[in-house]
């Protein structure tokens, strides 16, 4: 099992930075593929960032290339998004999501963080 908790999500103004954070616990960190995820209100979870086991491979979705970064540091199972130059649409419900041994699919998520950026 893997337990997954966001925090750092806010209200912040457009043009602004924030940075989440992704804690874990459970299975072994170092070995699991994390993404991001978003949810806007009336709109379906979309791919954010994606992060391998090793840190050294990211992926990121187009609207958000450029602008955010995704990163780890397996000594403190822990995964990160810094999001900068922030826009309105960027406004949504943040997941973090791990991969699980012998899954091919996101299995584990955590419960969400609020981001909201003001025009």
């Known amino acids: 099992q893997v337990q997954l908790v966001e925090s750092g999500g806010g209200l912040v103004q457009a043009g602004g930075s924030l940075r989440l954070s992704c804690a874990a616990s459970?299975?072994?960190?170092?070995?699991?593929?994390m993404g991001w995820f978003r949810q806007a209100p009336g709109k379906e979870r979309e791919f954010v960032a994606r992060?391998?086991?090793?840190?050294?491979?990211?992926m990121y979705a187009d609207s958000v290339k450029g602008r955010f970064t995704v990163s780890r540091d397996n000594a403190k199972n822990t995964m990160y998004l810094q999001m900068n130059s922030l826009k309105p649409e960027d406004t949504a419900i943040y997941y973090c999501?791990?991969?699980?041994?012998?899954?091919?699919?996101?299995?584990?998520w955590g419960q969400g963080t609020q981001v909201t950026v003001s025009s």
């Open positions: 999501a791990a991969i699980g041994p012998g899954s091919q699919v996101y299995n584990y």
């Open positions: 459970g299975r072994s960190f170092s070995t699991l593929t």
């Open positions: 992060i391998n086991w090793r840190g050294i491979s990211t």
